[in-house]
């Protein structure tokens, strides 16, 4: 495979990813829809996080019901991490069309990665502590922990700002040379 058939392959995939936090997010905006009309439809799970607590008043199969205010705290911190993954598959896909046209240091590409870097360190500041509140027993829970793994895709986004930076500088003093 050639460069131009890597890169293009690249720009599906990225394509493909942005494609499905549309989907996502329109599957969270129906379920919060559809859960203020009908408040026994729970589309957000307890089991998707891995609770600790001990859940023995759950059959096999069944959710607990949540409070509005645990449902909703849920769906929100959800809506707006796929929304901040839509942005920071954006910007992948501009940083990607710029190295397609040989403008890889020329353009924003900096600008483009810090801007991912902040965006996956909202992720990560989102994903911190999660909130569940059960109406049929006197189990809450609010979890907190850290996904190191996603601050270390915030931290490589930042060094690949600094690495575009001083390749822009390069291609600026190599125009000033000629």
């Not at 599906?12 to 203020?36: E, K, N, P």
Request: charged letters at 20%; hydrophobic letters at 50%; a negative charge.
């Amino acid at each position: 495979m050639k460069r131009k058939d890597y890169l293009r392959l690249s720009g599906w995939v990225l394509q493909f990813m942005r494609g499905l936090c549309i989907i996502a997010l329109t599957l969270m905006l129906y379920d919060g829809i559809r859960h203020s009309i009908d408040p026994d439809f729970y589309f957000v799970q307890w089991e998707w996080y891995g609770l600790s607590g001990d859940m023995d008043f759950v059959e096999e199969g069944e959710y607990p019901p949540q409070t509005a205010a645990s449902y909703y705290f849920n769906w929100i911190q959800i809506f707006i991490q796929l929304g901040l993954m839509f942005l920071v598959w954006t910007q992948l896909i501009r940083v990607l069309n710029s190295v397609v046209s040989f403008e890889t240091f020329i353009s924003d590409n900096p600008i483009r990665f810090r801007k991912i870097g902040f965006l996956i360190l909202g992720i990560f500041f989102l994903d911190l502590f999660h909130f569940f509140d059960g109406m049929d027993s006197a189990d809450t829970e609010i979890q907190f922990g850290a996904n190191f793994s996603i601050l270390f895709f915030a931290l490589g986004a930042y060094v690949l700002a600094i690495v575009f930076e001083e390749g822009k500088r390069l291609a600026e003093e190599q125009k000033l040379i000629v």
